[in-house]
Each structure stands twice: as structure tokens, then as C-alpha cells.
């Protein structure tokens, strides 16, 4: 029985590339309304944005069953974060100079990346014998 590094890597499956975009879109759908939801009553508001997050990253990978599952909902909210941060001409931005808002954007990728990090992996198959038996 050979490594799973020694594996061949197998094409992934137009069903898995579509599971990963619509969980890229989810991220940076749940880092929109993080960034709503935040400033509101502090620290509640800062918290729920946060386990959500996280719950997302989390249920990601359990449910595809693989790291990678858990990264692309972790990029997109990454992403799209650092580009609400950018100012528009107008002057405006998303979010506020408070402790809070700092909080969100590096308290998020921190959350991120250890979810995404914590996402299952991938198991050889056969039974639950050790290999050396």
C-alpha cells in the first residue's frame, strides 16, 4: 500500500469546483454582514460576527470533509474585508477607527486561519488497522 503523498492527484470533480466557488461567495457574504453587524453593541456585536465566521470555516470543512473546503470561505471573507477597508473617493468608509473595527479585521483573519488549519483531513482508505500489521 502505497503513501497518500505518493497518490496522483485526481481531478477534481465540476460539482466540488462549484461547492468551493459558492462557499468563496458565502465568506465574503458573511464578511459583509460582519461588518454590519460588528459595531453594533459592542461586544455582542463583535462576537456574533466573529462565531459566525467561524461556524462557517468550521461546517465548511466538516462538510466537504477537507482543508480546502475550509480555506475557501476562510479567502473570501479575507478578501473581501481588506477590500472594504479600502477609502472611496467620497471619503467614505465601512468601518468605523474604534478598537472594534481593528478587532474585526484582525481577530477575523486570525479566526480564519486556525479554523481552516483545524479543518479535517483527509484519511487513507482501508481499514482502521495500523499499517505496519
Avoid at 464578511?31 to 459592542?42: E, K, S, Y
Avoid at 462557517?56 to 480546502?68: E, I, M, N, P
Amino acid at each position: 500500500m502505497s503513501s497518500m503523498l505518493a497518490q496522483p492527484l485526481r481531478k477534481p470533480s465540476a460539482t466540488r469546483l462549484l461547492a468551493l466557488l459558492g462557499l468563496f461567495v458565502l465568506g465574503a457574504l458573511t464578511a459583509v454582514a460582519g461588518a454590519l453587524v460588528q459595531p453594533a453593541l459592542f461586544p455582542g456585536g463583535l462576537l456574533l460576527a466573529l462565531a459566525g465566521e467561524a461556524g462557517l470555516v468550521l461546517g465548511a470543512g466538516l462538510a466537504l470533509g477537507s482543508r480546502g473546503a475550509a480555506a475557501a470561505p476562510a479567502g473570501g471573507w479575507i478578501i473581501t474585508v481588506i477590500l472594504l477597508t479600502a477609502s472611496r473617493p467620497e471619503g467614505d468608509f465601512l468601518f468605523g477607527t474604534g478598537a472594534a473595527s481593528y478587532l474585526f479585521l484582525l481577530g477575523g483573519m486570525a479566526v480564519a486561519v486556525i479554523c481552516a488549519t483545524l479543518g479535517p483531513l483527509r484519511q487513507p482508505d482501508g481499514d482502521g488497522a495500523r499499517l505496519g500489521k
